[in-house]
């Protein structure tokens, strides 16, 4: 009986160790030398740490009793419908010069004006720096990574693990992009073996030029960290893609700010938009947008055509999963925005598009008059439920 528990404490602080040593890797690094002394100088860097513009408002105790009850349809009860056909159709040429491919969650795949773009990036099971721990995804990746055509540049929005996944970022170091990210996240490229010359990094309104593509960093209202003591070390942001002939916009993470029109009349008006609409929470407003505010982000930065992402693969908030993107419609038609919402891994050309593609099933969720998300200016109420009026039972997002 001795040996045998000997042998299963020799398993188990075995197994520790491997878990221990894979999640220190995914941790990264933290920025030092020039790289730290560049985020001191950001105007966003305060008190040793990168802090928003307008703070971020949480209902801690609300929150937590939320996350104690349970939510309907909060993930597919059958299989997914994803493309199955996007290799093929990602050989042949976008015949507009923009077309866009998401894989689910922020994951997503931009080619413009004859360069291919990635965002966001996750191939991996579970968005966390242990593989067998966190939520799991609904469904596997639609393309094989090694499936994936040449990428020029890739976008990462901010260090949190459903944004900047370690493994991906592995497989990505054998190919010869461009990383393109905010401040401070460098310092987890160049642990994961990405050469300096590959990283170039932005504070907000900075701008890179990558081909013939130029990249700009835009506010966003957020925050960062691999883990608690690194929180807030690195920026965060969204991006404008310009190419020759076409403008794209990627929200990143964010709540509702007061730079979204600034964005827009600085760079816009953008043929696509990205904005996350997903994993939101009444009790935490101002993290994320939320459906209705996300429509409401598209218009202030005057997007032609929206497609909601950070939505359909994981399960990260307390709402329906099939419900961000049915708020998303709901607020659309009611603000006259045209949405996208292809399955996941078909590709889609916005100019080619009509509207959006019914292939969710249906399932239980709540309406904006149900669980609003208020985002708030510094604790107090910033936009009213009132201002989404459109109907008594729909929103409205407000003009710009």
């Given at each position: 009986m001795?040996?045998v ?5 020799l398993?188990?602080?075995g197994?520790g160790?491997?878990?221990i ?7 990264g ?5 020039a ?9 966003e860097?305060k008190d ?9 408002w949480t209902n801690?105790?609300g929150?937590l009793?939320?996350?104690?009850s349970?939510?309907p ?12 056909d996007t290799k093929?159709?990602?050989a ?5 010069g923009?077309?866009v ?12 004006d ?5 965002i966001d990036?996750?191939w ?20 094989k990574?090694?499936d ?5 540049v ?8 459903d944004h ?16 393109v990210?905010p ?26 030029s990558?081909?013939e ?5 835009t506010?966003?209202r957020h ?19 310009l ?6 916009w990627?929200s990143?993470?964010t ?5 979204l ?6 760079f816009g ?11 939101y ?6 993290w994320h947008l939320?459906?209705e ?6 218009r202030?930065v005057q ?5 909601p992402v950070?939505?359909?693969l994981?399960?990260l ?7 961000p993107?049915e708020r998303?419609?709901?607020a659309?038609?009611?603000a ?8 996941p ?5 916005p ?17 904006a008059?149900?669980?609003p ?5 510094n ?11 459109c109907?008594p ?8």
């Open positions: 001795l040996r528990l000997a042998v299963v404490l398993l188990v602080l197994l160790s491997c878990a040593a894979t999640a220190w890797d995914s941790l690094a933290h920025a030092e030398g790289r730290l002394a560049r985020l001191e100088r950001s105007p860097w040793g740490r990168i802090q928003n513009k307008q703070r971020m801690f105790w929150g009793g939320d996350w104690l349970k939510t349809d909060a993930e597919p009860s059958a299989p997914v419908n994803v493309a199955t093929s159709r990602l042949l040429p976008a015949k507009s923009l077309r491919t998401w894989f689910g969650h922020s994951s997503s795949l931009v080619e413009i004859g360069a291919r773009v990635l990036p996750i991996s099971d579970r968005p966390s720096p242990i593989a067998w721990a966190g939520p799991k995804r609904w469904y596997a990746p639609p393309l990574f090694e994936l055509p040449r990428i020029d890739v976008l990462i929005s901010h260090d949190h693990y900047l996944d370690r493994a991906t970022i592995g497989l990505l170091a054998k190919g010869a992009a461009k990383f990210v401040l401070g996240i460098g310092a987890h490229l160049s642990k994961w073996a990405i050469p300096p010359d590959r990283i170039i990094e932005l504070d907000w309104w900075e701008q890179a990558v081909g593509l130029t990249i700009i960093a506010p966003s925050a960062s960290g691999r883990v608690g003591p690194d929180s807030d070390q690195t920026l965060w942001a969204g991006f404008a893609v190419g020759k002939s076409h403008r794209v990627y990143g993470d709540g509702f700010h007061n730079d029109q600034e964005i827009g009349k600085r008006p953008f043929d696509l938009t990205l904005i996350e609409s997903g994993q929470d009444a009790n935490w407003p101002d939320g459906p505010l996300a429509v409401g982000a598209n202030r997007g032609k055509v929206m497609l950070h939505w359909g994981f399960k908030g307390l709402h329906g999963w099939t419900e993107i998303v419609l709901a659309a038609a009611c006259g925005v045209t949405v996208i919402s292809p399955r891994g078909e590709p889609v050309e100019s080619f598009v009509l509207g959006p593609e019914r292939w969710w099933p249906a399932a239980k969720w709540k309406k008059s149900e669980t998300i208020v985002a708030t200016q604790g107090d109420p910033y936009l009213r439920m009132e201002q989404f009026a109907s039972s729909e929103p409205k997002v407000p003009s710009p």
